[in-house]
């Protein structure tokens, strides 16, 4: 297939297969910082070109960046008002912001996102779709679709929701209700709360990287699956994945070094 490289991107911008970054780590910068990151068509296309290669292409996890002060605000309300869209056209934008977002959660690649500032409305959508997030105390969290006359459209119906619960994501569409900080972390809108969120991503990014791909696959596309399925069936694709995963040869060498204990143990905090 054609290199990642090969395609030109526009408002992202992709760094690869650099010996500062790690074997297989990729950094995937939003680029347009006088928008606030804003994400138009153009964006969504280039996300979903991306993400629908990544795997095949070699990436082993991705840092999901923003350039300026602010991960993302949303929709590009500037280009939506001023294409005036008819309901058809909005529809099939909005399932293309779907085929992006899921190419990210359920493409097999380890995506950390590295927020900080705005992560609004559209651009919670996407932060939500990673599979970490990563916030410092200046992020902020919210839905301002209510006062703006919206809907969200690209999923945070589904996925804020999985991760905060329908009555904080209602009232945050209702009241414009903002969280940040603690409070954030706390009801699950990022896993962790630093000082430098590109640099424990990028961490975070490179630990990731050093796992098989086949169980990276498997953890970041089974288990958002088997969230959509009943127990019942979720149970009997969790055996059918672990019988694929846990038997690959690739792991033989790692559960050796666990059973003659020259492994890395697991060990809580000092």
Not at 64 to 87: M, S
Not at 103 to 117: D, Q, R, T
Not at 124 to 149: C, I, M, N, W
């Amino acid at each position: 297939m054609p290199s990642i490289t090969d395609f030109a991107l526009k408002t992202l911008r992709l760094e690869e297969d650099s010996p500062d970054l790690g074997p297989g780590v990729w950094i995937v910068t939003l680029n347009r910082p006088d928008k606030r990151n804003a994400l138009n068509a153009e964006a969504i296309e280039e996300l979903v070109t991306l993400f629908s290669g990544a795997a095949r292409a070699g990436a082993r996890a991705i840092v999901l960046a923003a350039e300026g002060d602010h991960f993302c605000a949303g929709l590009d309300l500037v280009e939506h008002h001023k294409a005036d869209r008819t309901p058809a056209e909005f529809w099939q934008l909005c399932l293309r912001w779907h085929e992006a977002f899921n190419k990210m959660e359920y493409g097999g690649v380890p995506v950390i996102a590295a927020l900080k500032g705005a992560v609004v409305g559209g651009g919670l959508e996407l932060a939500s779709a990673a599979h970490v997030r990563v916030a410092d105390k200046g992020t902020y969290f919210a839905l301002p679709e209510g006062q703006r006359g919206l809907f969200t459209g690209g999923g945070a119906t589904i996925r804020v929701t999985d991760l905060i619960g329908k009555a904080r994501m209602v009232d945050m569409m209702l009241t414009g209700r903002v969280y940040q900080g603690q409070e954030a972390v706390d009801l699950g809108l990022a896993q962790y709360l630093v000082e430098d969120t590109f640099a424990h991503a990028l961490a975070l990014a490179r630990r990731c990287a050093e796992n098989l791909p086949l169980t990276n696959f498997a953890i970041c596309s089974g288990v958002s699956h088997m969230q959509n399925m009943s127990a019942l069936d979720a149970a009997y694709a969790e055996a059918c994945v672990a019988g694929i995963v846990n038997t690959q040869p690739e792991a033989r060498a790692r559960l050796a070094a666990f059973a003659d204990k020259s492994g890395a143990r697991i060990r809580p905090k000092a």
